[in-house]
């Protein structure tokens, strides 16, 4: 089974300044996916960004990347220039795939992150 | 493209009553995911549809806890009677057939329910 930790129940930043979010993971599985999710108090999860375990290269959206130690099954999340429109709570999620790498299984998420953005 | 629709967005019962909560997914999307959040937790699967079919209920309830995939499209998710911590949020979610889509997985806005 696969589980995914993630062991900051909060964390605050200045607006403008960058911040990391920590995310670790277990599992026996060779092809899978790494999630980041943002949900705000309207409860509608917003994926900020993916990455694919068999690619090497770190993902990156604007102001999102992650840093993915596959060895370490880790998967951190910075934020950079962080916003006030970026407080909410962040989920870390795994999903396993085919071989092919081509669909998705069910996802687990970890027990999230409450970020705030202070101005 | 139109979101993944769900419906009621609150709902408050007492303890032993039923209810109901009804989900839309993307047109095209095989996949259906129904997720419960209790509050300040991360959503845990409770049953995954592909089609019609189950491909996963091993965590969903299944004395109080029922799912169906009609012509596998919409789905409902029913608990009859419900207990007090039944109360939470419940997230439906669904997956284009490949992995193409970057954006992968598309959730609801969610039923947060309340029993009392």
């Known amino acids: 089974a696969q589980t995914v930790t993630q062991s900051q129940p909060e964390m605050s930043v200045q607006e403008a300044e960058t911040v990391t979010l920590s995310c670790t993971y277990d599992?026996?599985?060779?092809?899978?996916?790494l999630f980041w999710y943002k949900q705000p108090p309207s409860r509608q999860m917003i994926l900020v960004i993916r990455?694919?375990?068999?690619?090497?290269q770190n993902a990156t959206e604007n102001r999102f990347s992650v840093n993915f130690q596959k060895a370490a099954k880790s998967f951190s999340l910075k934020i950079s220039d962080s916003q006030l429109g970026d407080t909410a709570m962040y989920f870390c999620?795994?999903?396993?795939?085919?071989?092919?790498?081509?669909?998705?299984?069910?996802?687990?998420f970890g027990q999230g992150t409450i970020l705030t953005v202070h101005p | 493209e139109a979101g993944v629709a769900q419906s009621p967005r609150y709902k408050i019962i007492e303890k032993r009553q039923s209810v109901a909560f009804w989900c839309n997914p993307i047109?095209?999307?095989?996949?259906l995911y129904w997720y419960q959040q209790i509050l300040g937790q991360g959503p845990k699967l409770l049953i995954q549809?592909?089609?019609?079919?189950?491909?996963?209920d091993s965590q969903l309830p299944k004395d109080r806890f029922s799912a169906e995939r009609l012509k596998g499209v919409d789905s409902t998710l029913k608990i009859q009677p419900a207990k007090l911590e039944d109360s939470a949020v419940y997230l439906c979610?669904?997956?284009?057939?490949?992995?193409?889509?970057?954006?992968?997985?598309?959730f609801g806005s969610g039923t947060r329910l309340t029993v009392v």
């Open positions: 979610a669904s997956s284009p057939p490949r992995t193409g889509n970057r954006y992968g997985y598309t």
């Open positions: 599992t026996s599985e060779n092809n899978y996916y």
């Open positions: 990455q694919e375990a068999y690619k090497q």
């Open positions: 999620a795994f999903t396993r795939s085919n071989a092919g790498g081509t669909s998705y299984g069910k996802l687990t």
């Open positions: 047109s095209g999307h095989a996949t």
């Open positions: 549809f592909q089609n019609n079919g189950v491909v996963d």
